[in-house]
């Protein structure tokens, strides 16, 4: 996934500082919506996710500082090794989305006035 949004990112900046008149913005827009759309899913699963996970390490955190049970140990760290990668992913799935809402400003720009937050 991270690959597909960084490459799609850039195809999306390198059209945008294109001066070519040929191309048809209001066919780009559509599909930049819809890759807004299938990025924006893809955020809300991984936020509900990595809450979950979040949710399941407090609870093993706590339940260790209450009942001091050596087993839980394995399974708070089991959890902080995947609450990581979660952070990460969700970091950069949160990040690329707010630069294609960038991204659709400027698209929209390129065929008539629009609100722009330069």
Not at 28 to 48: P, T
Not at 87 to 112: A, P, R
Request: contains cysteine.
């Amino acid at each position: 996934m991270k690959k597909r949004i960084l490459s799609y990112l850039d195809y999306i900046d390198k059209l945008l500082e294109e001066d070519s008149s040929d191309i048809d913005w209001d066919r780009e827009v559509k599909k930049h919506l819809d890759q807004i759309a299938f990025f924006s899913h893809e955020r809300l699963v991984h936020l509900i996710v990595f809450c979950l996970v979040a949710v399941c390490t407090v609870m093993c955190i706590l339940t260790f500082v209450i009942k001091s049970e050596i087993m839980i140990l394995p399974l708070i760290i089991l959890l902080f090794v995947l609450l990581v990668p979660y952070c990460m992913h969700y970091y950069l799935l949160e990040n690329s989305v707010q630069k294609m809402y960038e991204q659709y400003d400027k698209m929209i720009g390129k065929t008539e006035k629009y609100y722009t937050n330069e």
